[in-house]
């Protein structure tokens, strides 16, 4: 089993595939990555890179709106408390738990922990989590059917991801 995959790498990958408009280049980028993370962590990499936090059948839902997010992002020069970097599990396993957040306070449960993972992540990490949050991802990726990743450590049926063209 490899180790967790840091969350910017995963955002530096989002910069490289939406700076580029030719699909072979952006095929090759994603390809290269999906190689390089752990077979449990390419579902969570092709559902980030498609601009979603949980795959389509999935019921659940993070419900935040711009208003939220931003508040949950004034406070995000302050220096970090962790040295801890920020993996693509860490963000999941957040975004679980703002979706199962509801009740009277759930706003605030979500405030909380959007400020917690923001606080942790650089600002190019902000910067994707957010516009992955919104629906708002745009770098040419969207989500495929069901279908073998090939290249992918030799194994396993994943979700993939498809590019769009140019």
């Known amino acids: 089993m490899k180790k967790d995959t840091p969350f910017l790498e995963l955002a530096q990958l989002c910069r490289r595939v939406e700076a580029t408009t030719k699909r072979n280049e952006k095929i090759a980028l994603i390809s290269s990555f999906l190689r390089s993370v752990g077979s449990e962590e390419v579902p969570l990499v092709t559902l980030f890179l498609a601009g979603k936090p949980f795959p389509e059948s999935d019921p659940r839902v993070l419900e935040i ?80 059917q069901p279908g073998h990743v090939q290249g992918c450590n030799g194994i396993g049926t994943y979700q993939s991801a498809l590019v769009h063209p140019g």
């Open 65 to 144: 709106s711009y208003a939220t997010l931003s508040d949950a992002s004034r406070n995000l020069g302050q220096k970090r408390l962790t040295e801890h970097s920020l993996t693509i599990r860490d963000v999941y396993q957040t975004l679980e738990r703002i979706a199962r957040s509801s009740g009277s306070k759930s706003r605030d449960k979500k405030l909380s922990l959007l400020q917690t993972v923001l606080t942790q992540a650089s600002p190019v990490e902000a910067e994707f989590l957010t516009r992955m949050m919104l629906g708002e991802m745009r770098i040419g990726v969207v989500e495929g």
